[in-house]
Structure formats: structure tokens, C-alpha cells
């Protein structure tokens, strides 16, 4: 890439920026506020994931500025620990995108449900709902269709819309109740566990940033750009998702926010009345309809990519010529979405899950840098990015998700014990791959 092509700093603010805002700032603020016993507490969570994600970000960038990769970072793991390690981790982390899908996939239906039923149907119902998208997506997608960039510019401009409209609220609504908070007598270890179960729910909204490994060496000036960029991008995250959570807290209320469903579309009725709630939810279940196709179209290739490096079976690089259409990782994709909410069904057993898997993919991948440091010396008078501040926020990192994965082992064990109990099987899964590829060789 010749550096006229290069990212510049703008380039990369708003790659960061778009990898990150997604849908769960219009649904995980209620399960941020549920946690926390206070609002300084809501509010310190928000503030310290933006900080965790600075560290993340900040980490990544020079993972793949030492080792760049396409196509995901599994190779990071396959390079730096056994390919067990690597096949294990890469494949909780296809679940856990499937798990997203169908969480993002009940946001949508939470909002659609006001405007079809009025009243809260009922998570089976809700589940139900949050099926059709995914089966709806997975069946264009066999017909070989592809995610136009119409739909992703209305789903961006879906996102940026609401965002800006949410905030706007914060000098049109006057809510006497946001000041009105519950208290009681918290110990220490309250405290704790509070803020480890409200960071469940931003870590989540959070989410994203990792991608940046696969930008280390396409950027002008790496050493300059890279830290600035993600400073710049993360900081703008965490001014919005602050300001949207303050909506949020000034129009409903902290203590009914903790119970609220549709929130976004609760503050905009306060702003335009009961049409105003019933377009907003229209609006924000299309921009979910636009994600879930995304995610249907980008996984399938993930396993298409890992397929042709040997690290899943054949099978994944099945393609229908004719249509172009990856239809055994597509069918297997869509299939684990709508397994997690078969057995789920609601959105904080989604949210659980998929963040105990993270969190073993965040702190094993940011792990890698402490090897790829010593591997690589040879570059750092290269002009690769070198993060300042080192050992300190890989550290801060892979704490926080160590923290992150305790809290939801004490919050929810049944979750945490499934998801190493997934973790477990796809590390036999690779050994019985491993040996019975071996005995048809023999």
C-alpha cells in the first residue's frame, strides 16, 4: 500500500468510532442501571469501560502492527499458543458473535413488541419475534443476495439520528423523578460486585474496538497516528455514551430505568408524545434487521477463512458457485443464533454469555503482546507502533476482563460453568480432529 493510500488520523478516529457504536447503547444502559446500587456508580462504569477500551484498543493496534493479520485475529493466537488455543478461542469467539446477533436481535424485538402488542409480551414471545430477522436474513442470503450500501448508510444514519436525538432530550425533558434514588446501607464488597456486573452490560456496548489489530500497517505515520486516533475515537465514545446514558437517567429516571424496556423509545415519547415512541421503534427495528444481515454476511467468511487454513473442517469452504453463497457457515451461523435464543430467551442470559466468552478471548489475545514483544524486537526501529505506557495498560486490560469474567461467575454461575463447558468441548473437538486426521493418513 503506497502512503497516499494510507489511513490518516481522521480515517482512523472514525473507524474506531464506527467499529464500536453499535445497538446496545439503546438497551444496556437499563441493565447498567439495574446493577448499579447508585448513579455514580452507573455513570463510573461507563466512564471506566471507555478507559478499559482505550487500554484494549491501544493494545491491539500494536498486536497488529507487530504481526499483522486479515480476516480476524485468530492467527495472533495460532502464532503466539498451541493451535488448540487458537482453534478453541476463534471458535467461542464465532459463538459469542452469534450470541450478539440474537441480543441485538431481542433489542429489536423489545421495540417492535410496543408497537404490535402495546404491552410486554413476554420473553417467549419476544424470542419468538427476534427469530424472524435471523431467518428471514439467513434465507436472503441464500438467494445469493448481498447487503447493499444503501442499507448500511440507513442504518448508520438510523444510529447517529437517535443518538443525537436522545441527547437533544437532555434540554427538552424535565424529569423531577431522576433525582429520585433508593438508598440503603452497602458494605465494600456491595460495591464491588455492583460495579462488576454494571461493567457486564458496557463491556458489551463497548465491544468492537479489537478489530484495530487488522489496521497496524496500513496507517500514515503509525507511531503518531495510531495512539492519537484511538484517543480521539474512544474519547468521542465515551462523551456520547455518557451523554445518552444521562438522557436516559434525566427523562425516566434512575430507579425506572432499571425497569424500563424500549428506553430510547420511552425518552423520545416524552419528547414527541406516543407517535413519536411508535416511530422510533420502527426505526430502531430496521437498523437491528440491517445488523443482523451484517453479521450473517462477515461470519460465514470468518469460517470460510479458517476452513482453507485448516483450523475448521472442509466443509466450511462449501460454496454455491452459482449464487456464491457460503451455505454450510451460513446455515451453521444463523443455526447458533437461534439455538442461544431457544435456550436464552432473554437478553441478559444473552449478554452473560456472550461477555464470559469474551472475556476468555480479550485477556488471552491481549495476553499475546507480552510474546510478540519479545519475538519481534527486530522491529521496533521499523516505524510499527510501540505503545507508551507498557506493561501498564495490557495489564489494566487483561484485569479488567479477568474482573469482568468473575463478576458474571459469582452473578450468574450457570452461565459462566456453560461457557467453559464450551470452551472445554472445542478444545477436545480439536484433539479428536487432530487424531482422526492422523489415523486416515496412516
Request: glycine letters at 8%; one cysteine or more.
Amino acid at each position: 500500500m503506497t502512503a497516499k493510500n494510507k489511513l490518516g488520523l481522521f480515517d482512523l478516529t472514525m473507524i474506531v468510532v464506527g467499529l464500536v457504536i453499535g445497538m446496545g447503547i439503546f438497551r444496556t444502559s437499563a441493565d447498567a442501571a439495574k446493577a448499579a446500587i447508585t448513579p455514580l456508580l452507573f455513570f463510573g462504569a461507563w466512564f471506566a469501560g471507555g478507559m478499559i477500551a482505550l487500554c484494549g484498543a491501544l493494545t491491539y493496534a500494536e498486536i497488529g502492527s507487530r504481526l499483522p493479520v486479515t480476516g480476524g485475529y485468530y492467527k495472533v493466537f495460532a502464532e503466539c499458543y498451541h493451535p488448540s488455543v487458537a482453534f478453541s478461542i476463534n471458535c467461542i469467539i464465532l459463538i459469542s458473535n452469534a450470541a450478539s446477533m440474537s441480543g441485538v436481535a431481542l433489542v429489536g424485538s423489545e421495540y417492535i413488541s410496543q408497537v404490535i402488542f402495546h404491552t410486554d409480551p413476554g420473553p417467549t414471545t419476544r424470542a419468538l419475534i427476534a427469530m424472524v430477522p435471523i431467518i428471514l436474513f439467513y434465507g436472503v442470503n441464500l438467494l445469493g443476495l448481498r447487503m447493499s450500501s444503501t442499507a448500511q448508510n440507513i442504518l448508520m444514519i438510523i444510529k447517529i439520528g437517535m443518538l443525537v436525538l436522545l441527547i437533544s432530550s437532555i434540554f427538552f425533558v424535565d424529569n423531577a423523578n431522576a433525582a429520585t434514588v433508593t438508598t440503603g446501607e452497602f458494605s465494600a464488597m456491595d460495591y464491588i460486585r455492583s460495579f462488576g456486573v454494571a461493567l457486564i452490560a458496557v463491556s458489551f456496548t463497548y465491544g468492537g474496538y479489537q478489530q484495530t489489530i487488522n489496521f497496524g500497517e496500513d496507517i500514515k505515520e503509525p507511531r503518531r497516528t495510531i495512539p492519537r486516533g484511538i484517543f480521539i475515537g474512544i474519547l468521542l465514545i465515551i462523551s456520547l455514551y455518557l451523554a445518552v446514558s444521562y438522557a436516559y437517567y434525566n427523562a425516566i429516571g434512575f430507579e425506572q430505568l432499571k425497569t424500563s424496556s424500549g428506553i430510547a423509545s420511552v425518552v423520545v415519547e416524552k419528547m414527541f408524545g406516543p407517535t413519536g415512541r411508535m416511530i422510533a421503534s420502527i426505526l430502531l427495528f430496521i437498523a437491528v434487521l440491517a445488523y443482523v444481515n451484517v453479521l450473517l454476511l462477515s461470519n460465514p467468511r470468518v469460517m470460510y477463512a479458517m476452513s482453507k487454513d485448516g483450523i475448521l473442517p472442509a466443509a466450511f469452504k462449501k460454496k454455491d458457485e452459482k449464487k456464491d453463497v457460503l451455505t454450510v457457515g451460513l446455515t451453521a451461523f444463523a443455526a447458533i443464533g437461534i439455538i442461544v435464543l431457544f435456550f436464552a430467551k432473554s437478553f441478559n442470559e444473552i449478554l452473560g454469555f456472550t461477555i464470559f466468552l469474551d472475556s476468555i478471548g480479550m485477556a488471552s489475545s491481549a495476553a499475546t503482546l507480552f510474546i510478540l514483544r519479545k519475538r519481534t524486537k527486530h522491529l521496533d526501529d521499523k516505524g510499527i507502533y510501540k505503545m507508551k505506557l507498557y506493561p501498564l495498560l495490557p495489564l489494566i486490560f487483561i484485569a479488567a476482563y479477568i474482573f469482568v469474567g468473575i463478576s458474571i461467575a459469582v452473578d450468574t454461575p450457570n452461565l459462566a460453568l456453560i461457557g467453559t463447558t464450551v470452551f472445554a468441548s472445542f478444545l477436545l473437538l480439536y484433539f479428536v480432529i487432530v487424531s482422526y486426521k492422523k489415523k486416515t493418513q496412516l
